[in-house]
């Protein structure tokens, strides 16, 4: 097994920033390539007539996902060594809802906002400069929330592990959902247009 | 907001930039991303993530101006332990790649304007204060869930993580249900 | 005749994500069971010593407060309840590769005597652990040389001082000194946790939940 590379040793942590730094790159890239450094395209997910978001975030879980797949399977990664936060699956709901909530509202999430920061969104930066409030709100608030934080403590799970189900099978099943769901997105986006507006030339 | 193609050059951008580039076909752009989230697994054994790194800052900054406060804290201890500085942190540098990077798709594509992302019922200071309320919204949620839609969503969701899937569900649920309500920014 | 449907390139995508996917079915994601041993850094690493730390050496750590370091009990549970080093972690032997250890970490490993504490850093160091040691004659050297450390008969001054030494070492494991006997003397008492020396970790703070590891890796 050679990989992961940085935890099996074959560079250093000043290195490992450098590399960071370049994966930002490729990260914010894809993400204003997709038009996620706006915020009006990002919430048209939530409004039924761009699903965007769900078909980027889709691919590129199927394909990460995919990619692990092979890569263990033919003995070159080691999946082991890739971190994997542990499940706590009260506040990880609580704070979903609450993420969403925000989503819909500010417009962003802390990735694309900062994506969209780059790319002049004045918006953009006024959403991290709240992210950034929130933040700083939650640690002076912790004492209070260390209890919700701290619930539901499952430890690191996979859904392979908890279902029952084997990895393999269960990758297969996301696929099908993720290629289902994009039939399924790209249907409704037709539905949803205004019949004046020029048929899509994605698909 | 209407074709998939062609969109959303904000207004008030669309007099000054020339024509914007029609953003990338959804798929190419996931598999894009989907690949450089593989290269931080093979490469680094970890994922994206972009919540952490806020946490870093705030961490930092609170240290700057009460050291001991900070280091007492349990939620901003945890970034400044271990000895090196909190900036030199793995997610800080990521964040601070993916501004040059989202910089350089944007230019490439002419999307690079200054300008306010909203619709167009509602004013640009509503819409700014809407975007630091739902910004600091986000925080909690992502402080409370360990990350965000990068890393819990991506990141844990190509995984199989079992939390970051439930987190994703109820990221957009959340959403959905209150989409209704604030569609007054939007359209 | 064959005939291809052109399919646009999203719908090609959706094929290729479809076939790929269908043939993950029979992925085998777990990582293997053998390790790989370089023979030869491993006999050189030994013969210098570098793969083992001493009691002394432990003990000294461990009065300073280091914490760069795991120390691992590979005994099972109850031997561990009933007298374990403080500050050590209880690992099972059997359990030692289920990932409670990072392959980063600097890890001292003991058992009862030698044996086992070895052959578990040999299957560390096979699967990759660069930083892993064992102390040098497990539980048994700990108790001869910290907790109960024998004063030479006829000591020269610098053994005299040296066992000084060790005495207050000892009193702070909750051992005692003895003089050398004849085999057969009083039999050691082993200290019980109780009187264990308080090295307990640092005190968090009120309403402060533990922290995490100190390499962060979360988002």
């Given at each position: 097994m050679s990989a992961p590379f940085y935890k099996l040793g074959a560079f250093g942590d000043e290195a490992n920033l450098i590399v960071a730094f370049f994966i930002g790159i490729g990260f914010g890239f894809f993400l204003e390539r997709a038009g996620f450094g706006s915020a009006k395209k990002l919430v048209s997910q939530f409004y039924l007539n761009d699903l965007a978001v769900f078909k980027v975030m889709f691919t590129a879980i199927v394909t990460a996902m995919l990619g692990v797949t092979y890569l263990s399977w033919v003995g070159?990664?080691?999946?082991?060594?890739?971190?994997?936060?542990?499940?706590?699956?009260?506040?990880?709901?609580?704070?979903?809802?609450?993420?969403?909530?925000g989503f819909v509202v500010g417009g962003y999430c802390p990735g694309t906002s900062v994506a969209a920061t780059a790319t002049g969104r004045l918006d953009g930066l006024v959403f991290v400069l709240g992210f950034a409030a929130g933040t700083l709100g939650f640690a002076l608030a912790f004492p209070l929330v260390a209890g919700l934080y701290t619930a539901g403590d499952l430890g690191t799970k996979t859904l392979p592990q908890v279902l029952g189900i084997p990895y393999g099978a269960l990758v297969f099943g996301v696929v099908l959902m993720a290629v289902g769901g994009?039939?399924?997105?790209?249907?409704?986006?037709?539905?949803?247009?205004?019949?004046?507006?020029?048929?899509?030339?994605?698909e | 907001m209407a074709s998939v193609t062609h969109d959303v050059v904000p207004e008030a951008?669309?007099?000054?930039?020339?024509?914007?580039?029609?953003?990338?076909?959804?798929?190419?752009?996931?598999?894009?991303?989907?690949?450089?989230?593989?290269?931080?697994?093979?490469?680094?054994?970890?994922?994206?993530?972009?919540?952490?790194?806020?946490?870093?800052?705030?961490?930092?900054?609170?240290?700057?101006?009460?050291?001991?406060?900070?280091?007492?804290?349990?939620?901003?201890?945890?970034?400044?332990?271990?000895?090196?500085?909190?900036?030199?942190?793995?997610?800080?540098?990521?964040?601070?790649?993916a501004f040059v990077g989202a910089l350089l798709s944007g230019l490439l594509a002419g999307r690079v304007a200054l300008a306010v992302e909203k619709?167009?019922?509602?004013?640009?200071?509503?819409?700014?204060?809407?975007?630091?309320?739902?910004?600091?919204?986000?925080?909690?949620?992502?402080?409370?869930?360990?990350?965000?839609?990068?890393?819990?969503?991506?990141?844990?969701?190509?995984?199989?993580?079992?939390?970051?899937?439930?987190?994703?569900?109820?990221?957009?649920?959340?959403?959905?249900?209150?989409?209704?309500?604030?569609?007054?920014?939007?359209? | 005749m064959r005939v291809l449907p052109s399919l646009t390139l999203n719908q090609r995508l959706g094929v290729l994500a479809l076939a790929l996917g269908a043939l993950a079915v029979f992925a085998n994601v777990a990582p293997g069971h053998t390790i790989k041993l370089n023979a030869r850094e491993l006999l050189i690493s030994v013969d210098r010593k570098e793969d083992h730390?001493?009691?002394?050496?432990?003990?000294?750590?461990?009065?300073?407060?280091?914490?760069?370091?795991?120390?691992?009990?590979i005994r099972d549970e109850k031997a561990f309840a009933d007298y374990h080093i403080p500050t050590a972690e209880n690992i099972p032997l059997a359990t030692v590769l289920d990932g409670a250890l990072a392959r980063t970490d600097k890890i001292v490993l003991y058992g009862d005597g030698a044996v086992h504490a070895a052959q578990a850093w040999m299957v560390l160091k096979g699967r990759g652990y660069t930083r892993v040691y064992t102390l040098l004659e497990g539980l048994d050297a700990w108790k001869d040389e910290v907790l109960f450390p024998v004063l030479p008969q006829s000591p020269t001054p610098e053994q005299e001082a040296a066992f000084e030494r060790s005495v207050q070492v000892a009193k702070f494991f909750g051992g005692q000194p003895r003089a050398a006997t004849?085999?057969?003397?009083?039999?050691?008492?082993?200290?019980?946790?109780?009187?264990?020396?308080?090295?307990?970790?640092?005190?968090?703070?009120?309403?402060?939940?533990?922290?995490?590891?100190?390499k962060r890796e979360g988002c």
């Amino acid at each position: 097994m050679s990989a992961p590379f940085y935890k099996l040793g074959a560079f250093g942590d000043e290195a490992n920033l450098i590399v960071a730094f370049f994966i930002g790159i490729g990260f914010g890239f894809f993400l204003e390539r997709a038009g996620f450094g706006s915020a009006k395209k990002l919430v048209s997910q939530f409004y039924l007539n761009d699903l965007a978001v769900f078909k980027v975030m889709f691919t590129a879980i199927v394909t990460a996902m995919l990619g692990v797949t092979y890569l263990s399977w033919v003995g070159f990664l080691d999946l082991s060594l890739v971190y994997l936060v542990p499940t706590y699956w009260i506040p990880q709901v609580v704070g979903g809802l609450v993420l969403g909530v925000g989503f819909v509202v500010g417009g962003y999430c802390p990735g694309t906002s900062v994506a969209a920061t780059a790319t002049g969104r004045l918006d953009g930066l006024v959403f991290v400069l709240g992210f950034a409030a929130g933040t700083l709100g939650f640690a002076l608030a912790f004492p209070l929330v260390a209890g919700l934080y701290t619930a539901g403590d499952l430890g690191t799970k996979t859904l392979p592990q908890v279902l029952g189900i084997p990895y393999g099978a269960l990758v297969f099943g996301v696929v099908l959902m993720a290629v289902g769901g994009f039939v399924g997105a790209t249907w409704l986006e037709k539905k949803m247009a205004p019949k004046a507006a020029p048929a899509t030339a994605t698909e | 907001m209407a074709s998939v193609t062609h969109d959303v050059v904000p207004e008030a951008a669309a007099e000054r930039a020339p024509a914007a580039q029609p953003y990338t076909n959804p798929y190419l752009a996931g598999i894009g991303l989907g690949l450089v989230l593989l290269a931080a697994f093979v490469l680094v054994g970890r994922g994206l993530g972009a919540s952490g790194a806020f946490n870093s800052s705030i961490a930092w900054l609170v240290s700057l101006v009460a050291p001991g406060y900070a280091r007492s804290n349990a939620f901003l201890a945890g970034y400044l332990e271990g000895g090196t500085h909190p900036l030199k942190a793995w997610l800080v540098f990521e964040v601070a790649g993916a501004f040059v990077g989202a910089l350089l798709s944007g230019l490439l594509a002419g999307r690079v304007a200054l300008a306010v992302e909203k619709g167009p019922r509602v004013s640009v200071a509503a819409r700014l204060v809407l975007a630091f309320v739902g910004g600091s919204l986000m925080a909690v949620g992502a402080a409370l869930a360990r990350g965000c839609t990068s890393g819990q969503a991506l990141t844990g969701g190509s995984l199989l993580n079992l939390g970051s899937w439930v987190f994703m569900m109820c990221v957009f649920g959340g959403a959905y249900a209150v989409a209704f309500f604030v569609r007054r920014q939007w359209r | 005749m064959r005939v291809l449907p052109s399919l646009t390139l999203n719908q090609r995508l959706g094929v290729l994500a479809l076939a790929l996917g269908a043939l993950a079915v029979f992925a085998n994601v777990a990582p293997g069971h053998t390790i790989k041993l370089n023979a030869r850094e491993l006999l050189i690493s030994v013969d210098r010593k570098e793969d083992h730390v001493t009691p002394a050496e432990l003990a000294a750590w461990i009065i300073e407060g280091r914490n760069d370091y795991r120390l691992v009990d590979i005994r099972d549970e109850k031997a561990f309840a009933d007298y374990h080093i403080p500050t050590a972690e209880n690992i099972p032997l059997a359990t030692v590769l289920d990932g409670a250890l990072a392959r980063t970490d600097k890890i001292v490993l003991y058992g009862d005597g030698a044996v086992h504490a070895a052959q578990a850093w040999m299957v560390l160091k096979g699967r990759g652990y660069t930083r892993v040691y064992t102390l040098l004659e497990g539980l048994d050297a700990w108790k001869d040389e910290v907790l109960f450390p024998v004063l030479p008969q006829s000591p020269t001054p610098e053994q005299e001082a040296a066992f000084e030494r060790s005495v207050q070492v000892a009193k702070f494991f909750g051992g005692q000194p003895r003089a050398a006997t004849a085999p057969g003397g009083p039999p050691m008492v082993m200290p019980t946790q109780a009187a264990a020396p308080v090295v307990a970790p640092p005190t968090l703070p009120a309403g402060a939940v533990p922290g995490p590891r100190k390499k962060r890796e979360g988002c």
